[in-house]
């Protein structure tokens, strides 16, 4: 009956809000669509290069290659490194499906490590005990928006003779020790899916690489495996970035760091209002910059408070409810549950509040003050 009462007390909080970003940029997005279709320019065109010059400077990498989306960008990425059946990928288990992905579609086996219990990302202690005479890359993910430990990474890579491959869809823009997410391993991958913090307005990725021959090795995967139009090196696929989503991307960029700035300022003032509550609030590790890609709490009543948040117009997500050991696409990788007791207890207890650029002060007080008010209920 309380409940009741309050529901009508907040504003309506959506998870995420794309038609308000849209609002804000709407002149000049339309402007770009129209001129793309205006020139007839579809295909590989005049915004794709312009947007892979303007995404490379922005990661602090050489190069940059537009793609179809972010699973392709990790897959591509591994072809071009020679991965194929037979070679291992060591990544965490907890993660989006997409990682594991793009492993697949490259022929090769993904092996999984457990979660560090206080940043969620991969647990760099665990790593070497993964590493086989199979062992090929090890690809860490950024998870909601936040580098891994990219040091020790490089560091069990470079001792045994193993390749990065940075999976950055949640981290655009997010810095390690002052170094761009994307540029500190052999290719740093990324997605523009709509709801990314850099996003399209549809399907769309890049890699980007300060390896000159892992460059023109991509873009020729990319492009039916031509360097020259009809002549094939090799049979390649077709991967591009569509022009029309590279002239909305080239609309956004200059406003993703302003973006991200709204965005870790909405995770501080979560913080502040979350404070002295029994949910866990985000750890961020030392000397890292994160992009609150999402903002995620952990508590042992995470269902329970969904469904109390749910009822007070507040929507939340769950990343990720089912670890890619226990998803029925990943039983022939012969794991069981137990296998990661890190990354099944925060399956079962993380809990992702309502984050985007143009979240309201007044929106976050009323999710904070419903989560307190849960609190107090379940007390
Ligand atoms: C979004 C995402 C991807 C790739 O997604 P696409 O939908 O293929 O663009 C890969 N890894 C992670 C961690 C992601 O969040």
Not at 190 to 202: E, R, W
Not at 248 to 255: G, H
Not at 346 to 364: D, K
Request: hydrophobic letters at 40%.
């Amino acid at each position: 009956m309380v409940e009741a009462v309050k529901a009508t007390a907040g504003p309506k909080v959506p998870f995420v809000d794309l038609k308000a970003q849209y609002r804000s940029i709407e002149a000049e997005v339309n402007e770009a669509l129209l001129q793309s279709a205006a020139r007839g320019d579809f295909i590989l065109g005049e915004a794709v290069g312009a947007f892979e010059q303007e995404w490379a400077q922005y990661c602090g990498a050489s190069e940059a290659i537009g793609l179809d989306n972010g699973t392709s960008a990790l897959e591509l990425s591994l072809r071009a490194l020679g991965v194929g059946p037979g070679d291992e990928i060591i990544t965490p288990a907890n993660t989006f499906i997409a990682t594991a992905l793009g492993i697949n579609s490259a022929g090769a086996k993904a092996v999984l490590v457990d979660a560090d219990p206080g940043t969620y990302n991969i647990d760099v202690n665990a790593i070497e005990r993964a590493v086989t005479p199979r062992t090929k890359a090890i690809m860490p993910v950024h998870l909601y928006g936040q580098p891994a430990d990219m040091d020790a990474i490089l560091a069990i890579a470079g001792r045994n003779g193993l390749a990065v491959i940075e999976d950055a869809c949640q981290a655009h823009g997010a810095l390690y020790k002052g170094k761009k997410a994307g540029s500190m391993g052999s290719t740093g991958c990324f997605s523009f899916y709509p709801s990314k913090n850099l996003g399209a307005y549809g399907d769309a990725g890049a890699i980007v690489t300060s390896d000159g021959k892992l460059a023109e090795n991509i873009r020729m995967l990319r492009n039916y495996g031509q360097r020259v139009k009809y002549h094939h090196q090799f049979a390649g696929y077709n991967r591009r970035l569509d022009t029309m989503q590279a002239a909305v991307l080239r609309v956004k960029l200059p406003r993703l760091d302003s973006w991200n700035e709204a965005r870790r300022k909405a995770a501080e003032r979560y913080n502040q209002l979350l404070a002295g509550l029994k949910v866990v609030t985000p750890v961020v590790a030392p000397g890292v910059v994160s992009v609150y890609h999402l903002y995620v709490i952990r508590t042992p009543y995470r269902d329970e408070l969904q469904k109390f948040l749910g009822g007070r117009g507040i929507s939340t997500g769950i990343h990720y409810p089912i670890p890619i050991h226990l998803q029925p696409a990943y039983t022939h990788l012969g794991y069981k549950p137990g296998d990661f007791p890190v990354t099944e207890a925060q399956a079962a207890q993380l809990l992702s509040l309502p984050m985007f650029a143009e979240l309201t002060g007044e929106q976050i007080e009323w999710v904070a003050a419903s989560v307190r008010d849960f609190e107090k209920e379940r007390a």
